[in-house]
């Protein structure tokens, strides 16, 4: 099956099977491993991406699925020396300690700080209920979703 | 996840054909289900059809009825003016369904159609008296839930829109699974007036259903102690490591008295 997708402002036209996850094509074929895939079973959010400007589990979307779709990817909002207002926030407020579940919490945030108006402590943390911390460290993550949103 | 065929429909017509010609094929909407379903190799159908490009199946519109169509995705109801101001607590049981992103991918057709009987929609489906729009014909929300994952829909038939009736006051009040979202037990209580009060029931039985004996006590008009000394036979009803049948029934009763405050505050 083929496939266009923009992944980070570039176009990509790719052949798959049809039963390709958008994960599977962001690591395997375009070699976007900061995209994570934590659980299998659609719960843990460490695999959202931005699809056309929503925040997706990208291990529950077919290719076919995101077939024409502007895929935004933890690799596509920031670079090391110019680090997107989320990251730097995370980084500030030492909202990681083992990094897995970072880039998914990282996609996740910018859409809620995106779509959500008046976003307080607890909108932040319901607006997360996707994705799972498996260190727990929800608290910073929280204060850095907060720091984020006053600058983003 | 097995091997599939995937296929991306055009039209309703073109995804009908789609599967008549297919030897094991089934529907994809938004795929919250279906996909973790495939993924787990639950089900290994031969093609997968692809409704989600259909144009103009997910229109939301007020008139005498709140009419969505079946692709209008969780996160867009919750979202919507319209569907707010005409029953908030349609918008409101919109924005507790799972979590943020598969509100964004999920679809009000995948849910009434999947039946999964602790899925949200349904409850709203059975308490605002919905009629759902197919390919074939119209169905009453009362014809519709037949049992667990099952419901009136044929082999192939496609939900196409959802017509709520719109209430003078509504509350949808939920026991959530703390870890999946999903309703242990929800309740919604909708109020049309004239002793009107339909109560939808889901999480607590095969699929979703209207309780009598709910509908019964709030006969007289919603209020609080209206409820007070109801009692919710559980006899048939869910019982599985997060809660027993009992439980449940206990559950009801706490969530329709939620929903009544919820409605006349």
Known sequence: MEVTLTVNGTAHALDVPDNMLLVEVLRERLRLTGTHVGCDTSQCGACVVHMDGCAVKSCTVLAGQADGADVTTIEGIGAPDDLHPMQAAFRECHALQCGFCTPGMIMAAIDLVNTTEHLDEQAVREGLEGNLCRCTGYHNIVRAVLAARDVM | ?265
């Open chain 2, 1 to 265: 996840m097995y091997r599939f065929n995937y296929q991306k429909a055009a039209s309703v017509a073109e995804a009908a054909s789609l599967l008549d010609g297919a030897e094991d094929g089934v529907y994809l909407a938004g795929g919250m289900t279906l996909i973790p379903t495939l993924k787990a190799r639950l089900a290994s159908p031969t093609d997968v059809i692809d409704l989600g490009a259909i144009d103009g199946m997910a229109d939301i519109s007020v008139g005498d009825t709140v009419r969505i169509g079946a692709l209008a995705r969780h996160a867009e109801v919750a979202a919507s003016a319209a569907v707010r101001g005409a029953i908030p607590a349609l918008a409101d049981l919109a924005g507790l369904i799972g979590d943020a992103h598969v509100r964004n991918r999920g679809t009000l057709g995948g849910s009434v159609a999947n039946s999964d009987p602790a899925a949200d929609y349904p409850a709203a489906v059975l308490a605002l008296n919905a009629v759902v729009h197919t390919d074939r014909r119209a169905i009453a929300a009362d014809d519709f839930f037949k049992g667990l994952f099952q419901t009136a829909l044929e082999p192939g038939e496609i939900v196409k829109s959802l017509a709520f009736r719109i209430p003078r006051r509504a509350a949808y009040a939920k026991f959530p699974n703390p870890a999946s979202r999903y309703a242990i037990v929800g309740v919604m209580v909708a109020d049309f007036g004239a002793a009107e009060v339909r109560v939808g029931v889901t999480g607590a039985g095969a699929c979703a259903f209207r309780s009598a004996e709910l509908e019964r006590a709030l006969a007289g008009g919603l209020a609080a102690e209206a409820l007070a000394d109801v009692t919710i036979p559980y006899d048939g009803f869910n019982s599985d490591i997060h809660a027993s049948a009992e439980y449940r029934g206990h559950l009801v009763a706490v969530m329709a008295r939620r929903a009544v405050a919820a409605a006349i505050s």
